[in-house]
């Protein structure tokens, strides 16, 4: 990939003459000149990649850390068993699917293929379900299922706000009750 080239300044003032403007200053003279800024800003200079890590290393020890989190919403103390990080760096679980498009949705695909076939093996059933990609779907799945039998779902209070909100598009669409308890974190 090449690297990142900038517009140079005749660049620039082809561009600013075919939308029949002189400057970058027109573009904003709608703006309210109590809105612009009038003097340079005052930033200090840069440092370098090792400077920052160091300084964001040392001011990070500001930081008081805590045994417990009681934030809630889907924020809780839980553990990532070792070999799941490595299994899930393997090169062919984040490779691109595409040549123009890195991202490791088609290692997912693979990782529940393989999810589904190992548990097929192991259970001798014929068929195995893992086809969702967030918390969000997953909950609402889980809540379909319940639906068969129950029409008012219960949600904790600290599930994440964001995961209720994927339950209650469900529900409603299906024409169900979601109650949430209050939040044991206060």
């Not at 690297?3 to 200053?25: E, N, R, W």
């Not at 027109?26 to 800024?37: A, G």
């Not at 589904?116 to 086809?131: D, F, I, K, R």
């Not at 909100?165 to 109650?179: L, Q």
């Amino acid at each position: 990939m090449a690297k990142y080239t900038p517009h140079s300044q005749a660049d620039k003032d082809l561009m600013l003459s075919k939308i029949g403007v002189k400057s970058m200053d027109d573009l904003y003279v709608h703006v309210p000149k109590d809105l612009k800024l009038t003097k340079p800003l005052n930033i200090a200079k840069g440092k370098s990649q090792f400077e920052a890590a160091k300084y964001v290393e040392e001011l990070s020890k500001e930081n008081k850390t805590y045994s417990i989190i009681l934030r809630g919403a889907g924020a809780y103390n839980h553990l990532i068993p070792a070999p799941v990080r490595a299994i899930a760096s393997r090169e062919e679980f984040v490779t691109t699917y595409t040549p123009y498009q890195a991202e490791v949705s088609q290692g997912i695909l693979q990782s529940i293929f393989e999810y589904q076939t190992m548990m097929c093996e192991l259970t001798g059933l014929e068929v195995s379900n893992a086809s969702v990609y967030d918390v969000g779907c997953a909950a609402a799945e889980a809540m379909i299922v319940c639906c068969d039998r129950k029409s008012t779902i219960v949600i904790a209070g600290e599930v994440n706000p964001q995961v209720v909100e994927v339950v209650k598009t469900y529900a409603y669409a299906g024409n169900h009750k979601v109650i949430q308890t209050p939040s044991s974190n206060g």
